[in-house]
C-alpha cells in the first residue's frame, strides 16, 4: 500500500536534474493526474536521503510547482519533497529550473573533446567484476562491510574490471583494461564514478597517480591499471 508524506516545511529535501518523459501521467496508480503530473527521468541527483538517491537512472512521478508550460524531452533540475511512497516514489517540485539545451549544446564541444583529450586511454565496454585492490590486501570480493577508513576523506579504493568493446583512443589491445576508483561515500567523492557490475558505456581512464584532493598518493604496481576521478571519466552508451 502507497503510503503519503506529510510535509511540515516547504524546504526541498531532494534535488535532482531530471528529464520528463510524459506529462499528465504518474508511475503510481495512487497519484492523482493533472496538468501538473509527469514522470521525470532522474538523470543526476545533487542532493538527498539514500531511500531517494537510490532512484538515480530510474523514472519517478513529479508534481510541478507550477502550470507554467513544460514538455516531454525537457530537462530541468527539480527541487522536492516526498510525496507518496509505494512501488515507486512521487514527489512535489517545490521549484524548478529549466536546463537550457543551448547551453549543454555549447559547453558540451569545449568540455568533453577537451575532457577526453586528457585520457590516456578511451574504450567502450562493459563492467564485469568489481573488487578490492589485490595490492590492499583485502578480499578482491566487494562486500558492504568496507574497512574503516585512514582518514576523514579515505577513498576506499576499488578496482573495476572492463570488458573492452572498442578502442576509441590508445593503443590498448587487450580485452579486458582494470580501472581504479574510489568507492568512498565521503563528500569529497560524490561525483567520483562509482562502478557497478553491468554498467555500459564510455570509459575516459587516465594513467594519472596522484589524487591530490584528497591529500594522498595512490600508485598501481601493474602498468594496466587506470583510474577514474572525475565525474567525466564514464559516460552511459544512451548519454
Known amino acids: 500500500m502507497a503510503k503519503q508524506s506529510r510535509q511540515t516545511e516547504a524546504k526541498a529535501n531532494f534535488v535532482f536534474e531530471g528529464t520528463i518523459k510524459k506529462l499528465n501521467a504518474a508511475t503510481m496508480p495512487e497519484v492523482p ?36 508550460p513544460a514538455r516531454a524531452g525537457q530537462r530541468m533540475l527539480f ?43 578511451v574504450v567502450s565496454g562493459k563492467v564485469i ?31 573495476a574490471v572492463i570488458q573492452v568493446k572498442d578502442v576509441l583512443k590508445g593503443q590498448k589491445t587487450a580485452k579486458q583494461v582494470t580501472v581504479r576508483f574510489p568507492d568512498s561515500s565521503d563528500v569529497m567523492f560524490h561525483d567520483v564514478p562509482k562502478f557497478e557490475v553491468g554498467q555500459e558505456g564510455y570509459f575516459m581512464l587516465h594513467k594519472r597517480e596522484a589524487m591530490k584532493s584528497a591529500g594522498r598518493t595512490q600508485k598501481s604496481k601493474s602498468a594496466d591499471t587506470y583510474f577514474a576521478l572525475d565525474a567525466e571519466d564514464f559516460q552511459p552508451f544512451e548519454k
Do not use: Y
Open 129 to 159: 567484476d568489481v573488487r578490492t585492490p589485490a595490492d590492499k590486501g583485502a578480499s578482491r570480493q566487494r562486500t558492504t562491510k568496507l574497512p574503516s577508513p585512514i582518514t576523514e576523506h579515505d577513498p576506499v579504493w576499488h578496482e
Open 33 to 68: 493526474l493533472s496538468n501538473r503530473t509527469g514522470i521525470v527521468r532522474i538523470d543526476k541527483v545533487i542532493d538527498g536521503p539514500p531511500d531517494l538517491t537510490g532512484f538515480l537512472g530510474q523514472e519517478i512521478t513529479v508534481e510541478l510547482s507550477s502550470t507554467r
Open 79 to 121: 527541487h522536492t519533497t516526498g510525496w507518496i511512497f509505494g512501488a515507486s516514489v512521487a514527489v512535489r517540485s517545490l521549484r524548478e529550473e529549466s536546463i537550457e539545451v543551448g547551453a549543454a549544446e555549447r559547453r558540451a564541444p569545449a568540455a568533453q573533446p577537451a575532457h577526453s583529450s586528457q585520457a590516456d586511454v
